[in-house]
Nanobody
Framework: QVQPVESGGGLVQAGGSLRLSCAIS????????IGWFRQAPGKEREFVAA????????YYADSVKDRFTISRDNAKNTVYLQMNSLKPEDTAVYYC???????????????????WGQGTQVTVSS
């Protein structure tokens, strides 16, 4: 069973930074494309960022572009989401998800991801 596990969430002031981690055990980690999504109370889950299996292609939502960076360390079976210049509207539960196969133009759709973590809370105070 593939189980992504997120960590690194917490409470931070606006303008601050956090780094989220997503760990997936197993020898096939390097074959997974990874997406980060978030869901605020009363809102739908939304795409944040994605990385293909090699780390050679990455994608970002417009709302986080130039502030967030997705990276991966396949030797550590971990994907990171570095979040800088955080804003109160970034407050949400952040989820890591794994996708197998080719990561195409539908990378922002939650439906293509096969495995999901339990989420980690990020709260940005004003």
């Amino acid at each position: 069973q593939v189980q992504p596990v997120e960590s690194g969430g917490g409470l931070v002031q606006a303008g601050g930074s956090l780094r989220l981690s997503c760990a997936i055990s197993g020898r096939t980690f390097r074959t997974y494309n990874i997406g980060w999504f978030r869901q605020a109370p009363g809102k739908e889950r939304e795409f944040v960022a994605a990385s293909d299996w090699s780390g050679g292609r990455s994608y970002y939502a417009d709302s986080v572009k130039d502030r967030f960076t997705i990276s991966r360390d396949n030797a550590k079976n971990t994907v990171y989401l570095q979040m800088n210049s955080l804003k109160p509207e970034d407050t949400a539960v952040y989820y890591c998800a794994a996708h197998t196969g080719y990561l195409g133009s539908n990378y922002a759709s939650p439906r293509i991801y096969d495995y999901w973590g339990q989420g980690t809370q990020v709260t940005v105070s004003s």
